[in-house]
C-alpha cells in the first residue's frame, strides 16, 4: 500500500476545514505506522507512537508559513516547539516514519530562533506580570501576545533536541550558533535566576538552565541554581508551605494551606516534580550531593506521588484544587506525563527499586489509553470523559497530542525504551488530615476523597469514582447522589437527611476517614512528612469512614483486594420519631446502562426504570453493564429491602450517568439499625468500534 499526501493549503487558523480535507491523507499514513505495543514499548515503538500523532497533525502544517497552525496564536510557539522536538528526535535515532521530516526541523528551528517568538524588547506593550527579556513569547506572527514561564523552558527544549541532532539534520551554523546564544541568554537572565520562582514551580528554571549546561558545555549555571532551588523548595516542604505534612502539593504557597486552591494539584506536582530528570545534569555540572536528609524528603515524595497520582492503566487519580479548570483535561494529563517520565528515569529518588519499572509501565499505558481515545485520523478532543471544558477550542486538541508525541520522543531520548516494563502490584496513598484514599490495581482504580473544600462538586466518604483496568469509568467519574455510591437517609418527604457521599467543606479536627488495616497497620493521625509515607503496595487494604448528623450516622467500611472491593454500610438510629428509609445507591455509567438482579432460585430478573421494587431476600447480587465497563455486585449474605432502578441527570463533574439502583434497606418508624455487605467486582468489556468517542464522553463523537 502507498500514500501520496497532497500538501494542506487554506488561509490562516482555517484549521477544521483543512483538516477535514486531509482527514483522509492522514488516515492513510496511520495505516502505514507500525501498531505500538500495548503496553511495554521499546525505543522503535515509541518512535512509532510518534508516528501515528504525526500523520493526525499534518493538517496542520501551513506551507505558506512554514511551520503548524495551532488555531491560537498564542499557542503557536509553543506547539511548533513540541513538533520540533518529535522531527529532531526522529532524525537523532535515523527513524523512517511521518515523524521524520528533516525540512521541516531546520524550518521549524529557523522560525522558533527569529524574532517572533524571540523577543529582546525593553518592555511589553502591555502590562504582562510574567515579561522577562530576553525571552520567547506565544505567538510566531508579528507583534507581541503573551510571555509564560512555562514558554521559554518548552522551546528550548525544541530547539536543543535540534542542536543535539545538527549533524543528522544539517542545520546551517547560523540556526545552531542562534540555538546555543538564545538559551543562554534567556537562562541568565533574571527570571529565571534564583532567588525568582514561578509560585514553587522551580521545574522551569532548572530546565532552561539544564539546556544552557548542555548546549554551552557550560554549567556552573546549573550546578548553582540546582542546589538553590532545590534547597529553598525543600525548606518550603518543611514549613508546609510547599508541601502538605502527607506531602499533598500546594499550588499557591503565599496562601493558607487551608485554602481550597492548595487542597492537592495531581497535575502540576507531575509538573513540577519533572525538575528531577535534570538531577544527573546537574551533578556532572559540579553540583555537591544534596543532604541525606534532603535526599529522603524528596524519596518519600515521589513515592506518594507515584502512588497517589497515578493508575495502572496510565491515567492520572485526578483530584485538583483548581478543580474544573484543569480536571480532566487531556492537555494538562500529558504535561503531567512528564513527571511520571522523570520518576520513571531518577533512580536516585526512588525508595523502591522496583519503582523505575512500574513508572515505565503506567508510562507507556498512557500512551496506549490515548490510542484508544483516537478517532478516524483526529486527535481526540483534549477534555476527557466527556467533562466540559470552559473553552475548549482545537489549538486544546491539537496541543494535547503534539504534548502525548513530545511524550514519547522523551522516552526514547532517556533511554526508557531499554528499561524492561513491570505489572505494578496493588498499592495505594493515603492523605489521613483530608481522607483523601487513592486505589490502583491490575483490575480497577478509585479514590475516596473526604474534604473537597468546595473545590469540586464531588466527594465524601465513599468511592467518588470507579474505573475499570483500562480506565473505563464504571460508577462515574465523580457524580453526588443519586449518581454515586453511598448510603442516603430520606425522611418521609423524600427529603435527604443524611448522605455519606458528600465532601467537607473544611478539614475536620479528626481524620474523617482512617485505616484500620493496611502494610502500615491502623493509621488514625496525620504523621508530619513521614521518611515512610502512607503510600505503596497492598494485599489487603482496609478503610473506615463516618458520617453523622441529627439522630443518624453512617458507617462505611471499604476493604480493597486486587480484583474486588469489599462494602459495608452500617446506618444507625438514636432515638426520635417518625418515618424515614435508608437507601444504599449503586450507579451507573453511560446513558445506554442496564441491570439484572440475580436471584436465588427464580432466574435473573431486568431492571426497568419505573418498574416496580424487587424483593431483596430472593437476590443474590446484581449484574450492571454499562457501554463500555460492566461491574458485579453480589450481597454477602441476605438482604431485606427492596430494589429499584431510578434515572439520573448529567452533572459537571459526572457528564454521562447511567440508572442508580436504589436499594432501600430499612424504613419505618422504628428501626434503630441496618446494614448491607457487598462485594463489587470491575469488570472490562469488549470496546465497541466507536469506543474513542465513549471513553471521552459523548462530545468526542465526530
Not at 515509541?46 to 496564536?73: I, M
Not at 502525548?404 to 520522543?409: I, P, R, S, T
Not at 430472593?618 to 431510578?646: H, N, Q
Amino acid at each position: 500500500m502507498a500514500c501520496k499526501l497532497a500538501p494542506a493549503h487554506g488561509r490562516r487558523f482555517s484549521i477544521p476545514d483543512r483538516l477535514t480535507r486531509a482527514a483522509a491523507a492522514a488516515a492513510c499514513l496511520v495505516a502505514l505506522i507500525t501498531p505500538a505495543p500495548a503496553q511495554a514499548y521499546d525505543d522503535a515503538g515509541y518512535l512509532n507512537f510518534t508516528d501515528r500523532v504525526a500523520a493526525q497533525l499534518e493538517p496542520a502544517w501551513s506551507p505558506a508559513d512554514g511551520y503548524y497552525l495551532s488555531g491560537s496564536p498564542a499557542l503557536d510557539s509553543r506547539f511548533n516547539a513540541a513538533m520540533l522536538l518529535v522531527h529532531a528526535t526522529a532524525a537523532r535515532y535515523g527513524h523512517a516514519g511521518a515523524s521524520r521530516n528533516d525540512e521541516r526541523a531546520r524550518r521549524l528551528a529557523q522560525v522558533l530562533t527569529a524574532s517572533p517568538p524571540f523577543f529582546s524588547g525593553a518592555a511589553a506593550p502591555w502590562p504582562d506580570p510574567m515579561f522577562h527579556s530576553p525571552g520567547w513569547v506565544g505567538n510566531l506572527i508579528p507583534g507581541y501576545s503573551v510571555m509564560d514561564k512555562a514558554i521559554d523552558p518548552k522551546i528550548a527544549e525544541g530547539l536543543f533536541a535540534a542542536w543535539q541532532a545538527r549533524d543528522a539534520l544539517a542545520l546551517p551554523q547560523e540556526t545552531s550558533a542562534a540555538i546555543v546564544q538564545e538559551i543562554s541568554a534567556v537562562a541568565h537572565g533574571a527570571f529565571f535566576r534564583f532567588p525568582n520562582v514561578r509560585l514553587n514551580q522551580i521545574n522551569w528554571p532548572l530546565e532552561m538552565a539544564a539546556y544552557d549546561a548542555l548546549t554551552t558545555g557550560h554549567g556552573e549555571l546549573l550546578r548553582d541554581e540546582y542546589r538553590l532551588q532545590v534547597a529553598r523548595f525543600l525548606e518550603g516542604a518543611r514549613a508546609d508551605t510547599n508541601l502538605s505534612p502527607s506531602y499533598r502539593f500546594h499550588y499557591v504557597p503565599r496562601v493558607s494551606a487551608a485554602r481550597a486552591i492548595n487542597l492537592d494539584s495531581a497535575e502540576y506536582a507531575n509538573i513540577t516534580l519533572h525538575f528531577l530528570a535534570f538531577y544527573d545534569d546537574a551533578r556532572r555540572a559540579g553540583m555537591p550531593e544534596p543532604p541525606a536528609a534532603d535526599v529522603r524528603l524528596l524519596r518519600a515524595w515521589v513515592q506518594r506521588a507515584l502512588f497517589g497520582y497515578w493508575t495502572h492503566a496510565g491515567l492520572l487519580n485526578w483530584d485538583t484544587g483548581l478543580g474544573m479548570k484543569r480536571w480532566m483535561k487531556g492537555k494538562t494529563w500529558a504535561y503531567a506525563q512528564q513527571g511520571l517520565l522523570a520518576m520513571a528515569s531518577a533512580s536516585r529518588f526512588q525508595r523502591d527499586a522496583r519503582s523505575r519499572r512500574w513508572a515505565k509501565a503506567m508510562f507507556d499505558r498512557g500512551l496506549s489509553a490515548y490510542r484508544r481515545m483516537e478517532g478516524a485520523g483526529r486527535p481526540p478532543p483534549s477534555n476527557l470523559y466527556g467533562v466540559a471544558a470552559r473553552r475548549r477550542t482545537y489549538s486544546d486538541d491539537v496541543m494535547f497530542a503534539a504534548r502525548m508525541a513530545g511524550n514519547a520522543a522523551r522516552a526514547a531520548a532517556a533511554g526508557l525504551g531499554r528499561v524492561p516494563a513491570a505489572e505494578p502490584p496493588p498499592f495505594y496513598a493515603f492523605d489521613a488530615d483530608v481522607g483523601r484514599l487513592a486505589v490502583s490495581t491490575p483490575a480497577y482504580s478509585t479514590a475516596i476523597v473526604a474534604v473537597n473544600r468546595r473545590a469540586f462538586p464531588y466527594g465524601g466518604i465513599e468511592l467518588a469514582r470507579l474505573f475499570d483496568r483500562r480506565g473505563q469509568p464504571v460508577t462515574g467519574i465523580g457524580g453526588r447522589p443519586p449518581a454515586a455510591l453511598g448510603v442516603v437517609v430520606r425522611d418521609r418527604s423524600a427529603r435527604t437527611v443524611l448522605a455519606s457521599q458528600e465532601g467537607r467543606r473544611r478539614d475536620p479536627a479528626r481524620p474523617p476517614v482512617i485505616l484500620t488495616r493496611s502494610p502500615q497497620g491502623r493509621v488514625t493521625r496525620l504523621e508530619r512528612l513521614p521518611a515512610h509515607p502512607a503510600a505503596g503496595p497492598f494485599r489487603t487494604l482496609q478503610a473506615v469512614g463516618r458520617r453523622r448528623a441529627g439522630r443518624f450516622d453512617i458507617t462505611t467500611r471499604h476493604t480493597f483486594r486486587r480484583a474486588a472491593i469489599d462494602e459495608r454500610w452500617t446506618v444507625r438510629r438514636h432515638g426520635g420519631r417518625g418515618f424515614y428509609s435508608a437507601v444504599v445507591q449503586l450507579p451507573t455509567w453511560g446513558a445506554a446502562a442496564s441491570a439484572t438482579a440475580v436471584r436465588h432460585k427464580r432466574g435473573n430478573v431486568p431492571l426497568e426504570i419505573g418498574g416496580a421494587p424487587i424483593p431483596l431476600d430472593d437476590v443474590r447480587g446484581f449484574r450492571i453493564r454499562g457501554p463500555v465497563s460492566s461491574y458485579s455486585a453480589a450481597l454477602l449474605g441476605r438482604a431485606r429491602g427492596t430494589v429499584r432502578l431510578v434515572p439520573t441527570l448529567a452533572e459537571s463533574a459526572n457528564p454521562d450517568p447511567g440508572p442508580t439502583l436504589e436499594l432501600t434497606i430499612a424504613s419505618g418508624t422504628r428501626f434503630k439499625r441496618a446494614r448491607l455487605d457487598l462485594r463489587i467486582v470491575p469488570r472490562a468489556t469488549p470496546l465497541p468500534s466507536t469506543h474513542h468517542a465513549l471513553l471521552i464522553g459523548r462530545t468526542a463523537a465526530p
